[in-house]
Nanobody, 125 residues
């Protein structure tokens, strides 16, 4: 069992920045690959970014490429999402997710075994 807890959400003006964190427990962190997803009201949950255990191995949705950066600190059992140049369309609940293969990099929701409860990000115009 893996427990994931997100933090760092909030209200920010367009053009601003936020850093989300996802703390993991229950399984050795380096045995997991991780992802961020988001869900806006009335929309499907969509992929944002993913990171594996391979150094420098990450994947981004086109809508966030160049603005968001995913990273992880295995010593702290924590994954991060640095979000810059935020836009109102980035408003959503952001979820972190864990995949049981540390080398997998996937944008598919169904590939992830564990999910956090989510943190709200609201970007005002």
């Amino acid at each position: 069992q893996v427990l994931l807890v997100e933090s760092g959400g909030g209200l920010v003006q367009a053009g601003g920045s936020l850093r989300l964190s996802c703390a993991a427990s229950g399984r050795t962190f380096w045995t997991l690959s991780m992802g961020w997803f988001r869900q806006a009201p009335g929309k499907e949950r969509e992929f944002v970014a993913a990171i594996s255990q391979r150094p420098g191995d990450s994947l981004y949705a086109d809508s966030v490429k160049g603005r968001f950066t995913i990273s992880r600190d295995n010593a702290k059992n924590t994954m991060y999402l640095q979000m810059n140049s935020l836009k109102p369309e980035d408003t959503a609940v952001y979820y972190c997710a864990a995949h049981l293969n540390p080398l997998t990099l996937t944008p598919l929701r169904s590939d992830y075994a564990y999910w956090g409860q989510g943190t709200q990000v609201t970007v005002s115009s």
